[in-house]
């Protein structure tokens, strides 16, 4: 069973930064693609920024510029950097990690539970 734990959320002013950590644990044979993902009430999860295992990136357009995905793989942990945030940025953000497991043939995703960000203008 693998476990993500993210950290980080809070509210903070627009134009504010914040930083989400997102930790890995448990039964992990590698982590290839990660992600962050956000979803605001009343709309659907969306994907807001990508890293890969070759650290290949992508951001949604609404974000570029203002957010950083970066990863340590030694810490299997990755964080989202978050500056000149905006209430649209208002969700909560999910962690996401294609892994592999030992006993388990084929990678999955895994999720964690959550964090809630919230921008006040």
């Known amino acids: 069973q693998v476990q993500l734990v993210e950290s980080g959320g809070g509210l903070v002013q627009a134009g504010g930064s914040l930083r989400l950590s997102c930790v890995a644990s448990?039964?992990?044979?590698?982590?290839?693609?990660v992600a962050w993902y956000r979803q605001a009430p009343g709309k659907q999860r969306e994907l807001v920024a990508g890293i890969s295992s070759v650290r290949s990136t992508y951001y949604v357009d609404s974000v570029k510029g203002r957010f950083t995905i970066s990863r340590d793989s030694a810490k299997n942990t990755m964080y989202l950097q978050m500056n000149s945030l905006k209430p649209e940025d208002t969700a909560v953000y999910y962690c996401?990690?294609?892994?592999?497991?030992?006993?388990?043939?084929?990678?999955?995703?895994?999720w964690g539970q959550g964090t809630q960000v919230t921008v006040s203008s």
């Open positions: 996401n990690a294609v892994v592999s497991s030992p006993g388990r043939r084929l990678p999955y995703d895994a």
């Open positions: 448990g039964a992990i044979f590698s982590i290839d693609d």
